[in-house]
């Protein structure tokens, strides 16, 4: 009886953590073929938080993101955004997903502004039409990564670093809870990178929650609050203060493994 209760119990409090958690993955794998690319991931990010995900080239940080945001399906494991489904989270505009390599023809006549508003898509209906919010939207998150004064240009004249600020600024204006940006620092340059880390700080104080991949250690502590080494699996995770110590790091990116 004893023992019946607490698993009870302990179901329960399962059950209220993926509820509370913004973002919960259990169990998490995923197989390319033959290829393991991703094995047995678990990973909690609460609301207000910025966790930052390490790892070598070809250790999984890509795939993480795809399988979360439902572009690939796992082998194995749950992924659960504010307690729902992706498919659900994504109807309900909660998920933001800015990926790696933008699958965009550069030279199709789209200006700056249409591919911020493209993140008010969703909330707009089939009709497309914007109403006068999704403008104001549009114009704030323009605002917020600097790019004002670039707003009409079409967006292949753009230089990479305002690409990803001008993407950034689409996943702003889409207002997600949980948003997940694939190396949105590529490319980048110091001052872009700076702002950046303000906004995504900004949003973490407003209650969103923040996955991100990065390459570069630099900025960690002042980016992130929580990090974790990928290599096909979580080798480790922690504070960045804790991430970038040398023992550490070599888990992830030393040899021998
Ligand atoms: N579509 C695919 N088909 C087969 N294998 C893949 C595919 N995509 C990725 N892989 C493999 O899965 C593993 C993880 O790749 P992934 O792109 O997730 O790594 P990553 O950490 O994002 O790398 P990078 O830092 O280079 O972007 C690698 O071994 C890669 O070769």
């Known amino acids: ?89 994504q109807r309900a505009g909660i998920l933001g997903y800015m990926p790696q390599a933008e699958s965009v023809d550069w030279d199709f006549p789209v200006s700056v502004r249409d591919v911020v508003l493209m993140g008010r898509y969703g909330a707009m209906g089939p009709s497309r039409r914007p109403r006068r919010e999704d403008k104001d ?54 001052v872009s990178a700076t702002t950046m880390i303000r906004v995504l700080r900004d949003l973490a104080s407003e209650g969103v929650a923040v996955l991100i991949t990065v390459h570069d250690i630099e900025n960690i502590d002042r980016l992130a609050d929580s990090a974790v080494l990928l290599r096909g699996r979580v080798v480790y995770q922690g504070t960045p203060t804790s991430v970038v110590e040398p023992e550490n790091l070599a888990l992830a990116f030393g040899g021998g493994q």
């Open 137 to 190: 939207l549009t114009e704030r998150a323009i605002r917020i990564v600097g790019l004002t004064d670039l707003a009409d240009r079409q967006i292949g004249e753009l230089s990479g670093g305002q690409k990803k600020r001008a993407f950034l600024a689409r996943a702003l204006a889409q207002q997600a809870k949980v948003l997940l940006l694939d190396e949105p620092f590529a490319g980048v340059d110091t």
């Open 1 to 89: 009886m004893r023992v019946r209760a607490q698993q009870d119990s302990l179901t329960r409090n399962n059950r209220q953590d993926s509820h509370e958690a913004a973002l919960l993955i259990e169990g998490l794998s995923v197989d390319y073929g033959n290829l393991r690319a991703l094995s047995d991931v678990n990973l909690r990010l609460d609301a207000g938080t910025v966790c930052a995900v390490l790892g070598m080239n070809g250790s999984g940080k890509s795939t993480l993101f795809k399988a979360i945001s439902g572009v690939i399906r796992p082998s194995a494991g749950t992924v659960r955004i504010g307690g729902q489904s992706t498919r659900q989270a």
